[in-house]
Every structure is written in C-alpha cells, then in structure tokens.
C-alpha cells in the first residue's frame, strides 16, 4: 500500500511538470507584395534551428491565414513558400509567450 502512495505522488508530479512546460501559438499572413493578395495555399515549415529539424508545416487557408499551435521554447527559422513567389525566411525566439503574432508575411513573386 505504502508503494502505491509513492508512485502515485511520483505520477502526479510528473504530470505537473509536463503541464507546466510553456507552448506557444504562432500566427501570421501570407500576402503578395504585388497587389498586396493574400495567399492561400503557401506552404509555412517551422524548423528548429538547434538541430535544423521540421517541428511542423501547415498551409495557409484560404484567407492567407496560418497557425502552429504547441509550439516549445527555442530558436526557430519559417520559411513561407508559394509557387511563383521568392521564399521568405524568417528567425525568431520562442521564450513563453502564450501567442506570437507574426502579422503580415510579404512575398515578392519571381517576375
């Protein structure tokens, strides 16, 4: 009985902890320098730049819109892409913050 409390205290702590660790939301635009169009469909990849690993990808929506959601602390690089348009490359810190809004993202197309 005494071993069941103590795993059950261990258990509980770790569950703590887990719930503890601070994740963050990152949101942003797609637009064209052109015409100033949001773009749907861009791909968005968020890398980390400690072992230059994909954490994630999405596509924007049909607004231009795009969302990581459960982000962990680091240092990350995004990279938004979109057919005929130049990447854009961006380097950023996530140090806690519940949301970070990057705000609107400009492409600029290949012509």
Do not use: C
């Amino acid at each position: 009985m005494k071993s069941f409390f103590i795993a059950a205290i261990i258990l509980f702590a770790k569950s703590i902890s887990i719930n503890a660790q601070q994740v963050t939301t990152i949101i942003g635009v797609i637009k064209d320098t052109s015409n100033l169009q949001r773009l749907d469909g861009s791909i968005i990849s968020l890398i980390n730049t400690k072992d230059s690993s994909l954490f994630s990808f999405v596509r924007t929506d049909t607004s231009g819109n795009f969302r990581f959601t459960k982000v962990p602390k680091g240092k990350y690089k995004l990279s938004a892409t979109h057919t005929g348009f130049h990447p854009y490359w961006l380097s950023f810190n996530v140090i806690g913050q519940s949301v970070i809004h990057l705000g609107e993202i400009f492409v600029r197309d290949n012509s």
